[in-house]
């Protein structure tokens, strides 16, 4: 069995957030305990499984994403480094075109003509909600508001300043015990960018996920359809360049359209291995 490791929202290798990609000939999945032991055993933040459909007309592929230790609803960079293998095997349609079967629905992918790869997800629209009392010293910085995601299971959390998101260095612990799963922390980008020349990206984040085994996530897709609109209100446009500031760090272009957002971004393959166990 075939298995590729992809950098997502990446245009080198190294550099995006790795995920995994198996693509399965059979119809339906294994058993749920085979696929979270590969999960944890490859260790990246997402392995993402996939088979064909032969049994609806809305959709191509099944997709599921397991993290080291779960199952997940929604994963934005494993479903672009699905779509990129996909891409490459020849397997997308006469458009460049790919529907993805989820526990969040179908979810669409297309490749653009400059190469990139564009997800459409649905919006998480943030709805404003107290700071948690503990927030501050969790991150040892004072948030300025915090955002409820509903289903997306995300708290958002803004701060003063890009610098201020960079330095933030949390105990995953400490991020455990706060009211979400998962935590985005988000500022405005800096006057100039990344500080190497004009203005290169809207607004900067980083996502905690200590829950779901991954104490921090490199690049976060699905994190992107609620910072989308957060932003876009703010800045007044509908189309804006984030800058997931993690160590590896991963630009994810995002065009909001009501309740769909887009997410558009690269991905390098790293890895092309033979799994010499099978998963039945």
């Known amino acids: 069995m075939r ?31 085979r696929l979270q032991a590969l999960a944890a055993e490859l260790n990246l933040s997402e392995t993402a499984y996939l088979h064909p459909l032969t049994d609806t007309a809305d959709a191509d592929w099944a997709l599921r994403w397991f993290t080291p230790t779960t199952e997940v609803d929604m994963c934005g960079h494993a479903t672009l480094a699905a779509a990129h293998v996909l891409g490459g095997d020849g397997l997308l349609d006469e458009d460049g075109r790919v529907r993805f079967r989820t526990r969040s629905g179908v979810l669409g992918a297309s490749r653009d003509a400059d190469g990139s790869l564009t997800l459409d997800f649905p919006t998480a629209a943030p709805v404003p909600v107290p700071v948690p009392e503990s927030a501050r010293e969790v991150f040892g910085a004072e948030p300025l508001a915090a955002w409820d995601t509903g289903p997306l299971q995300k708290l958002v959390l803004e701060f003063a300043d890009e610098r201020t998101v960079r330095d933030l260095a949390p105990d995953p612990a400490a991020v455990a015990a706060l009211p979400a799963p998962t935590v985005v922390v988000t500022a405005a980008a800096a006057p100039n960018g990344s500080g190497t020349g004009a203005r290169e990206h809207d607004f900067v984040s980083r996502v905690f996920a200590p829950v779901h085994g991954i104490p921090e996530d490199p690049v976060t897709g699905s994190a992107h359809t609620a910072l989308a609109p957060l932003w876009s209100q703010r800045l007044g446009r509908a189309a804006l360049t984030g800058l997931q500031v993690s160590r590896r760090t991963g630009e994810v272009r995002t065009t909001l359209r009501g309740e769909r957002t887009l997410l558009t971004g690269r991905a390098v393959t790293v890895l092309d291995a033979e799994l010499l166990t099978g998963l039945q």
Not at 3 to 12: E, G, I, N
């Open 3 to 33: 298995l590729r490791t992809v950098d997502a929202f990446a245009d080198r290798p190294f550099t995006g957030n790795p995920a995994a990609v198996v693509l399965l000939e059979a119809t339906a999945f294994p058993d749920d305990s």
